[in-house]
């Protein structure tokens, strides 16, 4: 093998093993996650979909979905196909948010979102979160229950 051939063959190997790597960075809940940075690490997520693989921002925003959502949004498939349709596609790399509580106590906080989208529309969201409060890893975990639909609220220009 030529020396040219070599240098790529060792450039796609080490991308390839970057590539695996960075699908294991994605975060997982924890107890020691509060419920408005749930909201933050999906939302960052969501706002750089592709930054680490194809879509990790969608899995990322998965990670923190409750059991519950889970089940009625379908396997990670259909979340993505849900998230990048007409409903949600603005989330997909988003400009900038904002997360305002509006309520909680120690098993639900809500909280209102306005989303910035790429084509500088405000869009804003009640984003609901609770406590897993089932035995398991997730047992006190901040999880995602509900996403309203977005609210349109106008051009920022």
Same mark, same amino acid.
Request: net charge positive; hydrophobic share 35%; glycine share 4%.
């Given at each position: 093998? @030529?020396?040219?051939? =070599? /240098?790529?063959?060792? !450039?796609?190997?080490?991308?390839?093993?970057? &590539?695996?790597?960075? #699908?294991?960075?994605?975060?997982?809940?924890?107890?020691?996650?509060?419920?408005?940075?749930?909201?933050?690490?999906?939302?960052?997520?969501?706002?750089?979909?592709?930054?680490?693989?194809?879509? @990790?921002?969608?899995? =990322? /925003?998965?990670?923190? !979905?409750?059991?519950?959502?889970?089940?009625? &949004?379908?396997?990670? #498939?259909?979340?993505?196909?849900?998230?990048?349709?007409?409903?949600?596609?603005?989330?997909?790399?988003?400009?900038?948010?904002?997360?305002?509580?509006?309520?909680?106590?120690?098993?639900?906080?809500?909280?209102?979102?306005?989303?910035?989208?790429?084509?500088?529309?405000?869009?804003?969201?009640?984003?609901?979160?609770?406590?897993?409060?089932?035995?398991?890893?997730?047992?006190?975990?901040?999880?995602?229950?509900?996403?309203?639909?977005?609210?349109?609220?106008?051009?920022?220009?």
């Amino acid at each position: 093998m @030529s020396k040219k051939l =070599q /240098t790529i063959f060792s !450039a796609l190997t080490y991308l390839l093993i970057f &590539t695996s790597l960075s #699908n294991a960075e994605l975060l997982n809940p924890s107890r020691a996650i509060t419920p408005k940075e749930v909201i933050k690490i999906q939302l960052e997520g969501l706002q750089k979909n592709d930054n680490k693989y194809l879509d @990790s921002g969608i899995e =990322q /925003t998965w990670n923190f !979905a409750h059991p519950n959502n889970k089940r009625v &949004t379908g396997p990670l #498939n259909n979340f993505k196909k849900m998230i990048k349709s007409p409903s949600y596609q603005m989330m997909i790399d988003h400009l900038s948010h904002t997360i305002t509580k509006v309520n909680s106590n120690d098993k639900m906080a809500q909280f209102e979102v306005i989303i910035l989208d790429k084509n500088k529309i405000y869009h804003k969201f009640n984003w609901q979160v609770e406590k897993y409060n089932l035995d398991g890893d997730l047992k006190d975990c901040w999880l995602t229950t509900m996403v309203s639909n977005p609210i349109p609220l106008g051009s920022s220009i």
